[in-house]
Nanobody, 123 residues
Framework: QVDLVESGGDSVQAGGSLRISCAGS????????KVWFRQIPGKQREGVAA???????IYAASVKGRFTISHDNAQNTLYLQMDRLEPDDTATYYC?????????????????WGQGTQVTVSS
């Protein structure tokens, strides 16, 4: 069993910063690939950033240079630091995990999901 709980979503002004968290539990979670996705209702879920079980990190082009993904192994918590937020970043953000070594932003590869946290960025 892998449980994921997101938190930290909020409403912020464009240009502001926010850090969201995903607390994980479950066997070998720290060795899993971990990823942040976001979704607007009616739109396709979009991969944002991922850490592979091997520690490799990838970012979507739309957030590269603005967002930073990290993982605290001791606390088994995934973070997404979001800087210079833009209105297009408005979405529900989900974390996900899977027993994969390589990072991926393909939602089809992940079986374990949190319930999401809402991020709203105003102009």
């Amino acid at each position: 069993q892998v449980d994921l709980v997101e938190s930290g979503g909020d409403s912020v002004q464009a240009g502001g910063s926010l850090r969201i968290s995903c607390a994980g539990s479950g066997y070998v979670y720290s060795g899993y690939s971990k990823v942040w996705f976001r979704q607007i209702p009616g739109k396709q879920r979009e991969g944002v950033a991922a850490i592979g079980g091997n520690g490799r990190i990838i970012y979507a082009a739309s957030v590269k240079g603005r967002f930073t993904i990290s993982h605290d192994n001791a606390q088994n918590t995934l973070y997404l630091q979001m800087d210079r937020l833009e209105p297009d970043d408005t979405a529900t953000y989900y974390c996900a995990a899977g027993p994969y070594a390589e990072p991926s932003t393909d939602p089809a590869e992940f079986l374990y999901w949190g319930q999401g946290t809402q991020v709203t960025v105003s102009s």
